[in-house]
């Protein structure tokens, strides 16, 4: 069964380090998601993307967040200078269609700032 | 706004007892509904969804949820559950236009005692 796959599984970074989430997709999506999930709370959505570009971000998502897709496969979320309320679970998703097909999440990164 | 209230924080059942865990959303247009659950230390799986059609959908592993419009409601439930089935349960939700995100519940977390 198809998988959407994050490396790594577990980052720990010190404040204000940059740091590279990667996903890789399932190979036939075309909409691509992060989410975050901070220790105790809610799944939370940060962006989407589509096409090569950002559907829709969050009041989460500021400029210290960035994502791409380098090169056709991977999916990465860039955090560029990490806070300590940037600990927290992030979860990569894709979905085939955006109407009539459920969205695949992978395994998630737990990331740590210290 | 967009939201969805799940009101059982923590739930905790004896093997073969049945289960509901409540759903409601707020949104002004159509939806579609999803049932995600997190076993310790694992992703985000499915277990069911709904887009339209019969109001009462079944997953896996034996869940089973009922959308009632009128009611802005997507309850989970399972006749009989089992200590396998302790985890996280999140109901979500996602616009069939518009938007393109998931917005999820905070998640109820289900002990079951064997």
């Known amino acids: 069964e198809p998988e959407v796959t994050q490396t790594p599984s577990h980052q720990v970074t010190q404040m204000g380090q940059e740091v590279i989430l990667r996903c890789v997709p399932i190979?036939?999506?075309?909409?691509f998601y992060w989410y975050r999930q901070i220790l105790g709370q809610k799944v939370e959505f940060l962006v989407s993307f589509y096409n090569n570009e950002i559907s829709e971000k969050s009041e989460i998502f500021d400029d210290q967040f960035s994502v791409e897709r380098p090169d056709g496969s991977n999916f990465t979320l860039k955090i560029r200078s990490t806070k300590l309320e940037d600990s927290a679970m992030y979860f990569c998703?894709?979905?085939?269609?955006?109407?009539?097909?459920?969205?695949?999440f992978g395994q998630g990164t737990r990331l740590t700032v210290v | 706004a967009q939201s969805v209230s799940q009101h059982n924080h923590h739930v905790i059942l004896s093997e073969a007892a049945s289960l509901e865990l409540g759903c409601n959303y707020s949104y002004g247009g159509t939806v579609n509904l999803f049932w995600y659950v997190q076993y310790p230390g694992q992703h985000l799986q499915l277990l069911l969804k709904?887009?339209?059609?019969?109001?009462l959908v079944k997953g896996i592993k034996g869940f089973e949820a009922e959308f009632i419009k009128s009611k802005f409601s997507f309850n989970l439930r399972k006749p009989s559950v089992q200590w396998s089935d302790t985890a996280e349960y999140f109901c979500?939700?996602?616009?069939?236009?518009?938007?393109?995100?998931?917005?999820f519940g905070t998640g109820t977390r289900l002990k079951v005692l064997a």
């Open positions: 709904y887009f339209s059609g019969d109001p």
């Open positions: 998703a894709s979905s085939g269609d955006r109407s009539f097909t459920e969205a695949f």
């Open positions: 979500a939700v996602s616009a069939t236009s518009g938007t393109y995100k998931y917005i």
């Open positions: 190979s036939n999506h075309l909409y």
